[in-house]
């Protein structure tokens, strides 16, 4: 699993760093338009999260095959579409059905790897491989688009999608069949759904409005490249010590508030910056005091359905592709309104806030009764 991480984190931060500045600098979009297509993608996602709930069944390893399918489109896409709105409403769609069909499968057969003795430091490991991969990957990329072309850029993207895949096709038997998921609302509590909610919409504000701001700074994709890269390996070290302590004295709420508090001034310090250089700096502490938030919210959403993490992972993505979505539609309208990138980085503050509301029990994990098809879930 791992391995199939790894190298989707590598394809994925390697071209798709650079969608946006393609939209802008290369298709000439305006600035607000360029959010639209992960903000349709995040939609959609929902859509398909709910379709995932109603399903009896899924094929974990069909879907994560299919969902990969739908991304090496949305690259193929940027290859040969040069008209930018079509370009936006098309990406939209294969980006919104790769997103789903791909991590919920994913994120299901992490969480069954994982007990409460463990999960802080197992989740901390493999959400430490994307700032990992991010240190070198958009350098990389950036390099190929100054000294190549973003077809290059593209071409190599999708021969490493296509590396995944093969990846998912030869580990195929070791991966669980026939799962059953649904979305439990009630069970995760209203807390965590308010804090899922506002992990999601910080991070539809975070990873559209980095880049956004980066852009507004530099507009050299070698540049960018290297600025994105400084931003990747900020926090993930941090996260599997973090992990390994709330492991041990059973305490997820208290390092994901102090990441949640620690976030707010960061975020104020990347309105205020004036430079490339202070804008490095105040990114590159939010990447990590903002690491463990999402890291410790999953642990606590599975702790509170241990006997379910089908149900867990489920509900926290589709929980997580509502705020995005909502997010990202308020700082479309914002910089539709000339608001610049870097004042709506202070949207994400409400919506940390409200990861502040994440609960657990002390007691144990909630014991959920199992609905038919669900006995293959139960230890």
Request: proline letters at 4%; a negative charge; one cysteine or more.
């Amino acid at each position: 699993m791992m391995a199939i991480e790894t190298t989707l984190a590598f394809g994925n931060t390697f071209a798709a760093s650079f969608n946006i500045i393609y939209l802008l600098k290369v298709l000439e979009m305006p600035l607000w338009s360029a959010p639209i297509y992960l903000l349709m993608g995040f939609g959609i996602s929902t859509v398909v999260s709910l379709w995932m709930s109603w399903k009896p069944h899924l094929d974990p390893r069909n879907a994560m095959i299919v969902g990969l399918a739908f991304l090496s489109i949305e690259y193929t896409l940027f290859l040969f579409l040069e008209d930018g709105w079509l370009l936006v409403m098309i990406v939209g769609v294969a980006f919104g059905l790769f997103y789903p069909l791909f991590w919920t499968p994913f994120n299901i057969l992490m969480a069954r790897l994982t007990d409460k003795a463990d999960r802080g430091v197992t989740y901390g490991a493999f959400f430490l491989v994307w700032p990992a991969v991010a240190f070198v990957a958009p350098l990389l990329g950036g390099l190929v688009i100054g000294f190549v072309s973003y077809d290059v850029l593209y071409v190599l993207g999708l021969a490493m999608i296509v590396t995944t895949a093969l990846l998912v096709v030869a580990y195929r038997n070791y991966i669980p069949k026939d799962q059953v998921m649904k979305i439990t609302l009630k069970e995760i509590g209203t807390r965590n759904a308010i804090s899922a909610l506002g992990e999601g919409g910080f991070e539809g504000i975070f990873w559209i409005d980095y880049v956004l701001v980066a852009y507004y700074f530099s507009q050299d994709e070698v540049s960018l490249g290297t600025l994105f890269s400084l931003f990747g390996l900020s926090a993930g070290i941090m996260g599997i010590i973090f992990g390994k302590i709330s492991d041990k004295i059973q305490n997820r709420a208290l390092f994901l508030r102090a990441s949640v508090v620690a976030s707010i001034p960061c975020i104020v310090l990347i309105y205020l910056v004036s430079t490339i250089e202070g804008y490095a700096v105040a990114m590159g502490l939010l990447e990590f005091a903002s690491f463990m938030f999402p890291v410790f919210l999953f642990a606590i959403l599975t702790d509170r359905l241990e006997d379910a993490k089908n149900d867990s992972v489920l509900t926290r993505e589709y929980i997580l592709d509502i705020g995005r979505t909502i997010s990202i539609a308020i700082m479309v309208v914002l910089l539709y309104l000339d608001v610049t990138p870097q004042a709506c980085f202070l949207i994400a503050v409400p919506f940390l806030v409200m990861g502040l509301a994440a609960h657990e029990r002390k007691k144990g994990p909630v014991k959920t009764l199992p609905t038919a098809g669900h006995a293959d879930q139960m230890h």
